[in-house]
């Protein structure tokens, strides 16, 4: 675990708050930083904190505490879309029929059931989901089978718990091979995730439903949801959330390329704040890429900031409460004030292509000046009006005089025409001067 430059006791007090406020059992937590640039070690926890009671069979250390990640689990799920579209296994504007004949919403585009603008319907047919013993996938088929359409592809967006029941049976029919072994053997052994399951194994938190009057608890049922697992059945911890945190902010060579990643996070319906199964949320430094996650008596954050290569990572054992994105915000917002990104240091240009040497100058726009510029290997446009003046001049008899008193002479050449400013050794050309060409007035000199 990486050490911060500044206490924690930051992160423990926005976790102690929303906890009271959220009347939560308990809640974990943690950070992930990226190392410093050009660090050799991987992305890591820089803090985990725990508060309140978790209240289970048996508890553990907090990062090895397992919490039901709910909606979490759809991410599983569209890695293992985007793993067999990126093979040619199948193809993301095919409709579901050509995977599953039988299933119902045969018509629509897997993109659309990726992105919950598909027009199926929020949930199965049959009693709360989540909170029920689920049936296998033909049991599914026949309950939802005259279920009309909410709405046509792509006029709308309402999210879908069962379009992800369905997609998790697309993929696992094209591979052969149901959909949890295929979450374990391509996303979760290649990523070292060992505590990451299908049922709760312990230590792990007891979810509860929170009294509104009394503030006692219930505790909820640990459902196995059968068909619908691929929606939101997976338990984890903050150390494996953590890992796969760092997965989504950059990749992995044996599970999803970081482009796919990338791909799956561009907003499909403007304002559904979701792409391919990953949903992205607004940040302070650029969005965020998660999910989060609910289930009888849990909630969970997953939301990983790619501008700063950090994440948050959250769990409570309560169906209600303030674990949000407010708070992941919050902790992100904390974690970069404390630990800043130091960023890349910059470099002289050693070799400037020929096409860009013609570019380079002041260009107009209208009556707008814009100077392009070369830098760190990027062709940049900034408009040339300042911000804040380096010296401002009044005309008088001896010239232009500056508000510190310096004289402007304006040097004009043989011509007439003006060939240079001198604001005392500080000498201004039209162009960058040649250091091996003599120079009016002599060499300039630098306070």
């Known amino acids: 675990m990486r050490d911060l430059p500044a206490p924690g006791r930051r992160f423990d007090a926005l976790l102690a708050a929303a906890q009271r406020a959220g009347r939560l059992p308990s809640m974990t937590a943690g950070l992930v930083r990226a190392p410093s640039t050009g660090s050799a070690q991987a992305a890591g926890l820089a803090w985990v904190g725990r508060t309140g009671d978790v209240v289970g069979e048996r508890t553990g250390e907090p990062a090895d505490t397992q919490y039901r990640i709910g909606s979490i689990t759809k991410t599983f799920t569209s890695v293992l879309v985007l793993q067999a579209r990126d093979e040619g296994l199948l193809a993301l504007d095919e409709p579901l029929a050509s995977y599953l004949p039988e299933a119902p919403y045969g018509d629509r585009p897997l993109r659309a059931?990726?992105?919950?603008?598909?027009?199926?319907?929020?949930?199965?047919?049959?009693?709360?989901?989540?909170?029920?013993?689920?049936?296998?996938?033909?049991?599914?088929?026949?309950?939802?089978?005259?279920?009309?359409?909410?709405?046509?592809?792509?006029?709308?967006?309402?999210?879908?718990?069962?379009?992800?029941?369905?997609?998790?049976?697309?993929?696992?029919?094209?591979?052969?091979?149901?959909?949890?072994?295929?979450?374990?053997?391509?996303?979760?052994?290649?990523?070292?995730?060992?505590?990451?399951?299908?049922?709760?194994?312990?230590p792990h938190a007891q979810g509860y439903s929170v009294s509104h009057l009394l503030g006692t608890l219930t505790p909820e049922p640990h459902s196995d949801t059968g068909a619908m697992?691929?929606?939101?059945?997976?338990?984890?911890?903050?150390?494996?959330?953590?890992?796969?945190?760092?997965?989504?902010?950059?990749?992995?060579?044996?599970?999803?390329?970081?482009?796919?990643?990338?791909?799956?996070?561009?907003?499909?319906?403007?304002?559904?704040?979701?792409?391919?199964?990953?949903?992205?949320?607004?940040?302070?430094?650029?969005?965020?890429?998660?999910?989060?996650?609910?289930?009888?008596?849990?909630?969970?954050?997953?939301?990983?900031?790619?501008?700063?290569?950090?994440?948050?990572?959250?769990?409570?054992?309560?169906?209600?409460?303030?674990?949000?994105?407010?708070?992941?915000?919050?902790?992100?917002?904390?974690?970069?004030?404390?630990?800043?990104?130091?960023?890349?240091?910059?470099?002289?240009?050693?070799?400037?292509?020929?096409?860009?040497?013609?570019?380079?100058?002041?260009?107009?726009?209208?009556?707008?000046?814009?100077?392009?510029?070369?830098?760190?290997?990027?062709?940049?446009?900034?408009?040339?009006?300042?911000?804040?003046?380096?010296?401002?001049y009044h005309r008088e008899d001896r010239g232009w005089v500056g508000t510190d008193g310096t004289l402007l002479e304006v040097v004009r050449g043989s011509d007439g025409a003006v060939s240079h400013l001198l604001s005392e050794t500080y000498l201004f050309t039209r162009t960058p001067y040649d250091p091996s060409a003599p120079i009016p007035g002599g060499p300039p000199e630098h306070a």
């Open 113 to 202: 059931m990726l992105s919950h603008s598909a027009g199926i319907p929020g949930e199965p047919v049959g009693p709360w989901w989540e909170r029920s013993t689920g049936g296998d996938f033909a049991a599914l088929v026949e309950a939802n089978r005259d279920q009309p359409a909410r709405y046509e592809v792509d006029t709308d967006h309402v999210y879908s718990n069962l379009a992800f029941g369905l997609l998790g049976e697309a993929v696992a029919r094209v591979r052969g091979e149901d959909w949890w072994s295929l979450v374990r053997s391509r996303i979760l052994d290649p990523l070292g995730m060992g505590r990451t399951t299908y049922q709760a194994t312990p």
């Open 229 to 392: 697992a691929p929606a939101g059945q997976m338990w984890s911890t903050v150390t494996d959330l953590a890992t796969y945190a760092d997965f989504v902010l950059h990749g992995h060579d044996d599970v999803l390329a970081l482009p796919t990643l990338q791909e799956a996070a561009v907003e499909r319906h403007p304002g559904s704040q979701y792409g391919l199964g990953f949903r992205t949320v607004p940040g302070a430094r650029g969005p965020l890429v998660g999910h989060t996650g609910t289930m009888p008596g849990f909630m969970a954050v997953l939301l990983c900031e790619r501008a700063t290569g950090t994440a948050f990572v959250g769990f409570t054992n309560a169906t209600v409460g303030l674990l949000s994105v407010p708070l992941a915000t919050s902790m992100l917002d904390a974690l970069a004030e404390s630990d800043p990104e130091v960023g890349e240091p910059w470099w002289p240009t050693t070799d400037v292509p020929d096409e860009v040497r013609e570019l380079v100058g002041v260009w107009h726009w209208g009556e707008t000046a814009f100077e392009v510029s070369w830098d760190s290997g990027e062709l940049r446009m900034l408009e040339l009006r300042a911000q804040a003046a380096y010296e401002e």
